[in-house]
């Protein structure tokens, strides 16, 4: 028999549109809960009109966090739809997740506070953009402006030339991760104690979190790191150098990785020159080692150089582009990229597994409002046993 997913029999209802939040939700989907994705009836999550489209339409922005949910719809200005929904949440939820824009939950009665006092044992997730607090607290914000405020941007880009925005929704995943790992908490606690909880994740707090190591060294040294490129921090070489037909990224963490790497350059003298013999020395002399690493590395392809650095166990990554990660043998052997049931594009699975099997909700991302008639008719059939 299948094993259970670690979160069956738990529901969760969805209230938000765009990519943290839905993120969040699609990762406790694939982990086994059911998830009432609620959204407004004219148009939709925002993320349905995003593009680009896929082959019937539909947008693969939306579709690649929102695949195995179930979708109603309700307009909480309208009395009926809002004391539905409300009954929904009290009757059946576990979980209520939700990034409207800030105050409209307790607006429409759906808060924390207002739940809490007819459902004790819910978990309640706030997604914000500044956090829930502050004299900030109340902004909305998307991506790449926490991007830009957390400091992010400042790091990404060449040293020389304008900063640059990070090429992925690095702050809205990172928030819905952030999401699902506190309801994970939340939920576990649950069971020991039998309380709810509320549980508070924002942009701006994930977009700090990010910076654990920038942070540190701006703390010890006073000093706010630069951005670099590809260069990276605490270990020389950890850089990005050109061969012969493309970029090949290079860490030598440790004084006996430098010198294989040496080795394999066919400069072993390099080992032993005192300016390049401790990490200390290689960094405070950069620019001369990457200049005589790069020399060599020039005269052949990164395919050659990959193969050569692997066999002397030195790490190293080309850089590559998204086509290529998608038809990488390794990435085809981890089974990540998968289809749902009615739709060729392959979309991301969750990055994890659970006794050799990565998780899935498995079907397609739904349409809007598809299973109104399903959800709150078994709520109507579980309210009329109960008057039985």
């Given at each position: ?213 920038a942070l540190g060294e701006y703390g010890a040294t006073g000093a706010a790191p630069r951005r670099n490129g ?159």
């Amino acid at each position: 028999m299948p094993r259970s997913k670690p979160f069956d029999g738990i529901t969760v209802v969805e209230l938000g549109s765009s990519l943290a939040g839905p993120y969040a939700a699609r990762i406790l989907a694939d982990m086994g809960a059911q998830v009432i994705k609620v959204e407004h009836p004219k148009g939709g999550d925002v993320s349905r009109q995003w593009g680009p489209t896929l082959p019937d339409g539909g947008s693969a922005a939306y579709h690649a966090v929102n695949m195995g949910k179930q979708s109603i719809v309700a307009d909480l200005t309208d009395a009926d739809d809002l004391a539905r929904l409300r009954a929904l949440i009290v009757d059946r939820a576990d979980v209520v997740l939700q990034n409207l824009k800030p105050g409209a939950a307790d607006r429409y009665g759906l808060g924390a506070q207002a739940l809490h006092q007819a459902v004790p044992r819910l978990i309640y997730c706030n997604i914000g953009a500044f956090g829930n607090t502050g004299p900030l607290g109340g902004l909305p914000g998307y991506d790449p402006l926490m991007q830009a405020f957390s400091g992010i941007t400042s790091l990404t880009g060449e040293q020389d030339r304008p900063p640059s925005r990070v090429g992925v929704s690095l702050i809205d995943l990172g928030t819905g991760m952030w999401a699902a790992i506190a309801i994970v908490s939340a939920l576990f606690r649950r069971t020991v104690t039998g309380e709810g909880a509320v549980v508070d994740v924002s942009l701006l707090e994930t977009g700090v979190g990010w910076l654990t190591l920038a942070l540190g060294e701006y703390g010890a040294t006073g000093a706010a790191p630069r951005r670099n490129g590809l260069k990276g921090p605490i270990v020389a070489p950890n850089n990005g150098f050109e061969t012969a037909d493309g970029t090949l990224v290079i860490v030598a963490a440790t004084d006996a990785q430098f010198a294989r790497l040496c080795a394999v350059l066919g400069r072993a003298e390099m080992a032993g020159d005192p300016r390049f013999a401790t990490n200390a020395a290689r960094f405070a002399n950069e620019v001369e080692m990457s200049r005589q690493i790069s020399e060599v590395l020039r005269t052949d392809t990164r395919a050659v150089w990959a193969a050569r650095l692997d066999k002397a166990g030195i790490p190293n990554a080309p850089v590559q582009s998204v086509a290529e990660i998608a038809a990488h043998p390794q990435t085809e052997a981890l089974g990540i990229l998968r289809q749902s049931d009615d739709n060729p594009i392959r979309f991301v699975g969750l990055p994890l597994s659970i006794d050799g099997v990565r998780p899935s909700a498995g079907g397609h991302a739904p349409d809007l409002g598809e299973h109104d008639q399903q959800v709150f008719e078994f709520m109507c059939n579980d309210t009329a046993k109960e008057k039985v």
